[in-house]
């Protein structure tokens, strides 16, 4: 999806805009907002001009905690009844917000204001100018995506993710990029992470997907996906689409000294899946079984350690609002 919007003039008329028309209910959006990652009270006088401008009321603001990073802000939001809520922050906001929507029929707009913000790239959203893509939300229309589903060793909580998983040696770069240099390079943190957590031992794994027989490999990861790219503009999942109904898992299992060429080969190559590094797998459900606890990860957060995963896709469970794509 393409983005062509711009950010409007925030000193124009609002009765200039059709959404101030006599006898129309006014319409109210909620931002969730990380306070870390807000450039400060700007962003929130820019966002209370802009609903003004657009005739919307002046929205509802809530911020996130260490403590509440995203939930309860999102139920308070729905318990005000608005009609849009704005995740402005990391993919971990937008997570967090998200697991609340999910089934609700409240849709979810984004302003992206972290170092990943995968789900905006993914989506072609305005990742450059926070103003102009809540414009976009105020303005847009609504479609569908997918939700994914995870339990970590059996827990009775789900957690969701809207972007990918994985478990192994990309969980621990997550786990261990520093917050320093993200601050100061951006997604080249996760380079400098990933070079340091390279060295590492594969640990014995089944793979089921479909509930089929489970497949035994020494992995070094397993990554599960509802979207194709990652940071840096990283295709890893080729065929993967947000509203397909579809998990993609991909099995990283590199041998010797050179399996990590195999790797690069599998996932940057031409032809890919034709290594034995690499395997590719679709379905609407994964489970993976560890002999050891690995480090594992959602949308670029850490969430623990664990020796089982269950994955599962809940199609259209989430409405985005967002600029309309290109034709």
């Known amino acids: 999806m393409t983005q062509h919007n711009t950010a409007p003039d925030t000193t ?9 028309e006599a006898g129309q209910r006014t319409r109210r959006a ?22 003004e401008t657009q005739g919307w009321a002046e929205p509802l603001w809530l911020e996130t905690t260490v403590e509440d990073p ?14 849009v809520v704005i995740a402005a922050g990391g993919d971990g906001t937008v997570r967090c917000v998200a697991e609340v929507l999910a089934g609700t029929g409240v849709p979810l707009g984004l302003v992206p204001l972290g170092t990943g913000n995968l789900l905006a790239r993914n989506l072609g959203v305005n990742i450059s100018d926070p103003v102009s893509a809540a414009f976009d939300v105020l303005n847009g229309t609504e479609t569908t995506v997918d939700v994914v589903k995870a339990k970590l060793d059996h827990s009775d909580d789900e957690q969701v993710f809207l972007v990918m998983a994985g478990v192994g040696y990309d969980a621990a770069i997550m786990a261990d990029t520093l917050d320093a240099l993200k601050d100061r390079m951006g997604w080249l943190a996760y380079v400098e ?23 035994g490999r020494r992995i070094r990861s397993v990554m599960f996906g509802n979207c194709g790219r990652i940071m840096g503009g990283v295709e890893i999942f080729p065929d993967a689409k947000i509203d397909d109904g579809v998990l993609d898992v991909l099995i990283l299992s590199p041998k010797g000294r050179l399996g990590w060429l195999g790797v690069v080969a599998g996932i940057f190559g031409r032809r890919k899946n034709e290594t034995e590094s690499v395997e590719y797998f679709q379905g609407k459900t994964a ?10 990860q959602l949308d670029g957060d850490h969430v623990g350690t664990g020796k089982h995963i269950a994955i599962c896709v809940e199609p259209a469970a989430l409405k985005i609002r967002m600029a309309a794509p290109a034709v």
């Open 193 to 215: 992470a990933g070079i340091r957590k390279l060295p590492g031992k594969p640990v014995k794994a089944k793979v089921s997907v479909d509930g089929k027989r489970p497949i």
């Open 30 to 51: 909620a931002v969730v907002v990380n306070p870390a990652k807000s450039v400060g009270p700007e962003l929130r006088g820019a966002l209370v001009r802009l609903c």
């Open 12 to 20: 124009s008329d609002p009765a200039a805009t059709p959404a101030a």
């Open 287 to 296: 489970e993976i079984t560890l002999e050891h606890e690995q480090e594992f």
């Open 70 to 83: 995203g939930e309860g802000q999102a139920r308070e939001a729905l318990e005000a009844g608005v009609d």
